[in-house]
């Protein structure tokens, strides 16, 4: 009887070891396969330049990103979405395709304006780049503005340049090709800019009632369409007076001035694994720990 209990004990131990090993061998494919899918995307998350943002009456750690990157010139923030980005612009429109803003090669890129305009956004249009990616982040979110109710609730953004905020006024959303000429020709000068904005409010999907003429300041952000080879989405906006994020709430994930969210996000997932492990452990010894302590009451009645 005694040796019966004892073979049940150690088969036990035996399938909770195997148990152990199928689970942590598990645990280490899926952390791997997360690991892998997330180097490409936390790069290119807008909290991991949070602290660069230059605010109201203080710029320092934003000089500090641009002497890390010289091209770097601004600051694109789209409010009620993830677009929240510095600016750079390239000597072409091919360098920071699969360049970092701090120079570094990276598959998602940047957030860059076409080389042809000016970075003082005098020119009559400006186009900024950035790739289409999963997950909301560069202009992921772009995407979004394709559905009306979501085009009609994102109004404004604002764009920081020269030591200046100045507002975006979204008013147009259009689905074009990558290869059309005319959107995409920047820099648009004398009776052309009505033949543009003219084109550009035809093509559009969706339009806002506000007054844009050619005296403004138009700023386009393209970003690839997923349902087109060459298609591309197009978020059209006009410059004016800076104005409140109306989707800004203080939150208890922001202390200190910066999002703690964000900060939580930007931990490796492999000191998480390592916390995950460490978890287990504890709990794995804690049982062990019981059984011995049932193991060694029954010898006690057993004598």
């Known amino acids: 009887m005694r040796f019966g209990r004892k073979g049940i004990r150690l088969l ?38 949070e602290q660069y943002k230059p605010t109201a009456g203080d710029n320092l750690t934003f ?5 890390i990157n010289p091209d770097v010139f601004g600051w694109l923030t789209v409010y009620g979405t993830h677009i929240d980005y510095p600016l750079v612009q390239g000597e072409d429109n091919v360098t920071y395709v699969n360049t970092s803003v701090t120079g570094e090669s990276l598959l998602s890129g940047s957030i860059f304006l076409d080389y042809r305009n000016r970075q003082d956004f005098s020119d009559f249009n400006s186009i900024i780049h950035g790739h289409h990616m999963e997950r909301q982040i560069m202009f992921g979110d772009i995407g979004q503005f394709a559905q009306k109710t979501y085009f009609e609730e994102h109004q404004y953004g604002n764009l920081y340049v020269d030591g200046q905020d100045y507002g975006i006024e979204f008013f147009a959303f259009l689905h074009a090709d990558a290869y059309d000429r005319t959107i995409y020709s920047p820099a648009i000068t004398g009776e052309g800019r009505q ?48 104005v409140e994020d109306p989707f800004r709430k203080e939150t ?39 059984k011995r302590k049932d193991a060694s009451n029954e010898q006690k009645k057993e004598k």
């Open 195 to 242: 033949d543009y904005l003219e084109y550009l409010l035809d093509a559009a999907m969706y339009t806002r009632q506000i007054s844009v003429g050619t005296s403004d300041h138009l700023v386009l952000l393209s970003t690839c369409a997923s349902d087109a080879t060459n298609g591309r989405h197009i978020l059209a906006g006009k410059l004016g007076t800076a």
């Open 12 to 49: 036990d131990s035996i399938i909770n070891l195997m148990v152990l090993l199928l689970f942590l061998a598990g645990t280490a494919v899926g952390v791997y396969a997360l690991w892998d899918s997330r180097q490409l995307y936390q790069e290119a998350e807008a909290e991991r330049y």
């Open 252 to 290: 208890s994930w922001e202390f200190g001035g910066r999002n703690l969210r964000g900060w939580l996000r930007r931990i490796p997932v492999w000191l998480w694994a390592i916390l995950l492990l460490v978890l287990l452990l504890v709990i794995v010894k804690r049982k062990k720990d019981r």
């Open 63 to 67: 000089n500090q990103l641009r002497q």
